[in-house]
């Protein structure tokens, strides 16, 4: 099983600043026949179900505000929200679906400083 | 819009089973996978499995094999999770979750989940 790996476990941020979340694969989750990284991020908030924000590493999904934005590629990706809103409290997972079974990170808690 | 629609909360003795329904709608229910995904009290997000609702078959994660059963009911557009032999390990909250797919094409990101149930397991 591919192992993903976040860091920080947790970090606290001032509003309008920025946070980055780091995720490392066990494993290459890149295709080389389509260039493409499998890798998704979600928010979690509690009492809700996950949200995807990102897939294929950097492409933002439809209605997820630009101050989301994904990076990385192989085996090292970055989550990094611009300017942290309080709205963006929760914890962050990602996700390999490069090859069964899917697994995500163990979660980053961001809060509000 | 998209919803999926599950069932509410069970409680549940150590050595039973649970079924949790998730009812879909607002797309073509034959044509996305339907994954199911759960949170352990306490822990993070971990992939059961998949159903494919249009021609039943199912994968499962290793670590479920022989003891959860997806399947669905093509006419009320619902997908079905039955865990048996429940232990205390298997409480916290169990979500279906959409693959995002294209032209029969599916991605195992997921871009619809249902609201989760929550699964006790006590004696």
């Known amino acids: 099983d591919i192992v993903m790996t976040q860091s920080p476990d947790s970090l606290a941020v001032s509003l309008g600043e920025r946070a980055t979340i780091n995720c490392k694969s066990s494993?290459?989750?890149?295709?080389?026949?389509?260039?493409?990284?499998?890798l998704a991020w979600y928010q979690k908030k509690p009492g809700q179900p996950p949200k995807l924000l990102i897939y294929w590493a950097s492409t933002r999904q439809s209605g997820v505000p630009d101050r989301f934005s994904g990076s990385g590629s192989g085996t090292d990706f970055t989550l990094t929200i611009s300017s942290l809103q309080a709205e963006d409290v929760g914890v962050y997972y990602c996700?390999?679906?490069?090859?069964?079974?899917?697994?995500f990170g163990q979660g980053t808690k961001v809060e509000i400083k | 819009q998209v919803h999926l629609v599950q069932s509410g909360a069970e409680v549940k003795k150590p050595g039973a089973s649970v079924k949790v329904s998730c009812k879909a709608s607002?797309?073509?229910?034959?044509?996305?996978?339907i994954n199911w995904v759960r949170q352990a009290t306490g822990q993070g997000l971990e992939w059961m499995g998949w159903l494919n609702p249009a021609n039943g078959n199912a994968g499962y994660a290793q670590k479920f094999q022989g003891r959860v059963t997806f399947t669905r009911d093509t006419s009320t557009s619902t997908a079905y999770m039955e865990l048996s032999s429940l232990k205390s390990e298997d409480a916290g909250v169990y979500y279906c979750?959409?693959?995002?797919?294209?032209?029969?094409?599916?991605?195992?990101?997921?871009?619809?989940w249902g609201q989760g149930t929550l699964v006790t397991v006590s004696s």
């Open positions: 494993q290459s989750v890149l295709y080389n026949s389509n260039n493409r990284d499998y």
């Open positions: 607002g797309y073509t229910f034959n044509s996305h996978d």
């Open positions: 979750a959409r693959s995002d797919c294209t032209n029969s094409r599916c991605e195992y990101h997921f871009d619809f």
């Open positions: 996700q390999q679906y490069y090859s069964p079974p899917w697994t």
